[in-house]
T-cell receptor, first 111, second 116 residues
Framework: QKEVEQNSGPLSVPEGAIASLNCTYS??????FFWYRQYSGKSPELIMSIYSNGDKEDGRFTAQLNKASQYVSLLIRDSQPSDSATYLC???????????WGAGTKLIIKP | NAGVTQTPKFQVLKTGQSMTLQCAQDMNHNSMYWYRQDPGMGLRLIYYSASEGTTDKGEVPNGYNVSRLNKREFSLRLESAAPSQTSVYFC???????????????FGEGSRLTVL
C-alpha cells in the first residue's frame, strides 16, 4: 500500500528561524512531489513541486528530494507568523496517477 | 477570477437525508476531484473525473455518487447520509494535457457537512 508519512506536530519554531518539515514515502516509483500549505479553516494551496533529486529554491522556501532515501523535505527560512499553517506533502507515481497525501504537519511560528 | 466554487459552505443533515454538493470551475480545467478531509487523516479521494463524460472511483467512494454535468461542473451526491460522512469536502480541479496530470490542484473553499 502506498503511503506518505508526516509528523503531525505541532512543530513550534521561533520567528526568524528555519522551519524544517519532513515527509517520507513508501512507493519507490513515486516521481513527483508536492508541498501544499493549508491555513486553518481554508483550502490547500500548492507552494512547491519537485521532480528531481536535490534542492529547489523559491524565495524563502526550499524543497529537498532524496529518492534513494525516499524522503522529501521543505525548509522555510526566516520564518514568519504568517507561515503558521498545516503543510501537506503529496506524491504522484506518474502523471496518470492521482496524488497520494500525507496527513500534514502543523507548523506554529512564535513571535 | 472565481477559480473553484463550491456550494453550500455549511450543511447539517439528519441520518438518512440526501443532498448534493455542487462544484464549478472557470479555469477550463479537464480534471475535477472530490476529496474529504477528516482530522489526522489528510485528504482522501472520493471520486474524480479525468475529463468531461468520465468518472472514476477514488479511495473512499462508498455512499457517494457523482455527476460530471459538463466541463465546468462536477457534483457529489449523498443518497442516504450517515454520521460517518461528517467531514469537510473539497472540490478540486487541475489542467491536464492529454493524459498528463500536472499535480497542481486548485481547491474550492470547502463544504463543512455534519450528519446527526
Amino acid at each position: 500500500q502506498k503511503e506518505v508519512e508526516q509528523n503531525s506536530g505541532p512543530l513550534s519554531v521561533p520567528e526568524g528561524a528555519i522551519a524544517s518539515l519532513n515527509c517520507t514515502y513508501s512507493d519507490r516509483v513515486s516521481q513527483s512531489f508536492f508541498w501544499y500549505r493549508q491555513y486553518s479553516g481554508k483550502s490547500p494551496e500548492l507552494i512547491m513541486s519537485i521532480y528531481s533529486n536535490g534542492d529547489k529554491e523559491d524565495g524563502r522556501f526550499t524543497a529537498q528530494l532524496n529518492k534513494a532515501s525516499q524522503y522529501v523535505s521543505l525548509l522555510i527560512r526566516d520564518s514568519q507568523p504568517s507561515d503558521s499553517a498545516t503543510y501537506l506533502c503529496a506524491t504522484q507515481m506518474d502523471s496518470n496517477y492521482q496524488l497520494i497525501w500525507g496527513a500534514g504537519t502543523k507548523l506554529i511560528i512564535k513571535p | 477570477n472565481a477559480g473553484v466554487t463550491q456550494t453550500p459552505k455549511f450543511q447539517v443533515l439528519k441520518t438518512g437525508q440526501s443532498m448534493t454538493l455542487q462544484c464549478a470551475q472557470d479555469m477550463n480545467h479537464n480534471s475535477m476531484y472530490w476529496y474529504r478531509q477528516d482530522p489526522g487523516m489528510g485528504l482522501r479521494l472520493i471520486y474524480y473525473s479525468a475529463s468531461e463524460g468520465t468518472t472514476d472511483k477514488g479511495e473512499v467512494p462508498n455512499g457517494y455518487n457523482v455527476s460530471r454535468l459538463n466541463k465546468r461542473e462536477f457534483s457529489l451526491r449523498l443518497e442516504s447520509a450517515a454520521p460517518s460522512q461528517t467531514s469537510v469536502y473539497f472540490c478540486a480541479s487541475t489542467l491536464t494535457s492529454g493524459v498528463r496530470n500536472t499535480g497542481e490542484l486548485f481547491f474550492g473553499e470547502g463544504s463543512r457537512l455534519t450528519v446527526l
